[in-house]
């Protein structure tokens, strides 16, 4: 993880700022963060001030400035770019956050309890950041997370290079002190589960169990161990260092994608020393989902990007890849993505040698959530909610971030966070009058 502005680069850059009156880059946060008044707040020297708007916006506020594609969101629309080039809100926002717990100021406090209780289903982002509102208006929420820790992908596949554990511990840390208990290795798997937890009284319930299931090639694997999934992948490389070094030290890998979690593969693969890391992707590379600077570290590390490229066979001998065929493809009319689709070109089929595979095509709620068997869900097993508030067709069960969205951005999965705490703040309060 690179190292963060120091007091004196965020006060240059925070400089910059135009002072709009109506701060586009505000409006254009999915979280809410409100970047245009932090920046001003800082310009003029007040820190804590900055800060406050920060984490009363956005719990996760250092994650965001770490992680998010702050150059298509809020510094898209920065007006200073007309001048020079956007101000670095990402950069200052992760330094507003860590200077906060340099000298331990933590502006979120919560309201004494008004002995209501909320459960809340997966500690990833969305969970969080609901436990982390309704904590602050006196509710006692408890947090069920299947996993060993808190976080999500956050914790779990996210790389080091990207973002560390220490850094989401850290902020984590202060959900906890609001008085959110999180119980780890506690999965709440089926439609029962929750019964009782309504029954023990929870008077509502937040669902945000992520989507964790890759899609995969329509490509007969032939019982090969060297083809993997983006997620098990990268969860192997957070977790056993040195057996996913191991198994990547001197090999030619192929990554088929284009988005966050392909190119997140790419490159640690590479840092864990694999010989060469090719990507290959379907589209152009402008039209590559993955953010603008996932893609120049990706460059910048020798990844070598295979466009405009389809893969349609493993070439697998005695269980061992050995490589795959691949057709050049050609940009066809515009799809409901909004790119255009690409049309394979005959006569175009030849080979890649690889010898180990990862398929990092997207990802899409896994089929355990249907197990709770009142909701609705879609044919991609997204749970279906009536509103953007996050109320499902089940009365006080909300839902969001990528169990409703699919996978997405983490500043919209705290948004729905945000939202689904606010609906369920109101239906509570209704019911005491």
Same mark, same amino acid.
């Given at each position: ?195 009782? $937890? ?6 509502? $319930? ?94 910048? &590390? ?27 493809? &050609? ?47 879609? &044919? ?54």
């Amino acid at each position: 993880m690179e190292k963060g502005f120091s007091f004196d680069q965020a006060l240059a850059e925070a400089s910059r700022c135009l002072l709009c009156h109506d701060p586009p880059c505000s409006a254009d946060c999915p979280a809410g963060t409100d970047p245009g008044r932090f920046i001003r707040k800082l310009r003029f020297r007040n820190l804590k001030g900055a800060i406050a708007v920060i984490k009363q916006n956005n719990p996760l506020g250092g994650v965001c400035g770490v992680i998010c594609p702050t150059r298509s969101l809020c510094e898209q629309g920065c007006l200073a770019s007309g001048i020079t080039s956007p101000i670095k809100i990402g950069r200052i926002q992760r330094f507003l956050v860590e200077y906060g717990w340099r000298v331990g100021f933590n502006p979120i406090l919560p309201r004494p309890s008004n002995g209501k209780k909320v459960g809340i289903i997966g500690a990833g982002p969305s969970g969080l950041a609901c436990a982390a509102e309704l904590a602050t208006e006196g509710y006692h929420v408890t947090v069920f997370e299947k996993l060993p820790r808190a976080g999500g992908m956050l914790q779990c596949v996210i790389p080091d290079h990207r973002l560390s554990r220490d850094f989401v511990d850290r902020e984590i840390s202060e959900i906890v002190e609001l008085g959110v208990e999180i119980k780890l290795d506690t999965p709440i798997r089926t439609q029962a589960d929750l019964d009782l $937890l309504l029954k023990d009284d929870y008077e509502a $319930l937040y669902l945000a169990t992520g989507a964790w299931k890759c899609a995969g090639m329509n490509i007969t694997r032939s019982g090969s161990e060297d083809i993997f999934d983006a997620i098990s992948f990268l969860r192997l490389a957070k977790d056993e260092s040195n057996k996913f070094a191991g198994l990547v030290k001197g090999r030619d890998i192929a990554v088929i994608g284009g988005g966050d979690s392909a190119l997140d593969a790419a490159v640690t693969a590479m840092e864990h020393g694999a010989a060469d890391v090719f990507l290959i992707y379907r589209r152009s590379y402008l039209d590559m989902p993955a953010s603008d600077e996932a893609k120049e570290l990706a460059l910048s &590390k020798g990844i070598h990007f295979t466009v405009m490229t389809q893969p349609v066979d493993y070439i697998i001998e005695n269980g061992s890849v050995r490589g795959m065929r691949v057709v050049r493809c &050609k940009p066809g009319e515009v799809d409901a993505s909004g790119r255009r689709c690409p049309v394979l070109v005959d006569e175009t089929e030849h080979s890649i040698e690889a010898d180990l595979i990862v398929e990092a095509l997207g990802l899409v709620p896994d089929d355990s959530v249907t197990q709770y068997s009142s909701l609705e869900f879609d &044919k991609l097993n997204r749970i279906v909610i009536r509103d953007e508030d996050g109320a499902t067709t089940v009365k006080r069960i909300f839902a969001g971030g990528d169990a409703v969205r699919g996978a997405s951005l983490v500043t919209r999965a705290v948004c729905d966070g945000k939202e689904a705490a606010t609906a369920i703040r109101r239906l509570l309060e209704k019911g005491t009058k």
